[in-house]
Nanobody
Framework: QVQLVESGGGLVQAGGSLSLSCAAS????????IGWFRQAPGKDREAVSC????????AYRASVKDRFTVSIDTAKNTMYLQMNDRKQEDTGDYYC???????????????????????WGQGIQVTVSS
């Protein structure tokens, strides 16, 4: 069964750190482009980060650059999003995704690229308090 299962969300104070995990089953994560998306209350879903294992390239939305880090552990078939220096605007539901998408700056900064990812986690809530 193809599945992505997220963990690690919760409440964190502004300036703090939090790490999200996304374990894949039923397929090999490294064979796909991976991405992290988020949706704040009342807003559209937006890309946060993407990564392509085949070329070792990562990209980040401008608002999270230098604060977030995406990674993949091929042995565990799991992807991660390390989030540092959290800001209140980082609050939202976070989703991991996989698809036949080559990661690029366009994927994380232009709307609509989520449609190219066909495997999605269930979503996990992250709240940043002041």
């Amino acid at each position: 069964q193809v599945q992505l299962v997220e963990s690690g969300g919760g409440l964190v104070q502004a300036g703090g750190s939090l790490s999200l995990s996304c374990a894949a089953s039923g397929f090999t994560l490294a064979d796909y482009g991976i991405g992290w998306f988020r949706q704040a209350p009342g807003k559209d879903r937006e890309a946060v980060s993407c990564f392509s294992s085949n070329v070792g390239f990562a990209a980040y939305r401008a608002s999270v650059k230098d604060r977030f880090t995406v990674s993949i552990d091929t042995a565990k078939n799991t992807m991660y999003l390390q989030m540092n220096d959290r800001k209140q605007e980082d609050t939202g539901d976070y989703y991991c995704a996989a698809g036949r998408v080559q990661c690029s700056e366009t994927v994380v900064n232009a709307p609509g690229w989520d449609a190219w990812y066909d495997k999605w986690g269930q979503g996990i809530q992250v709240t940043v308090s002041s």
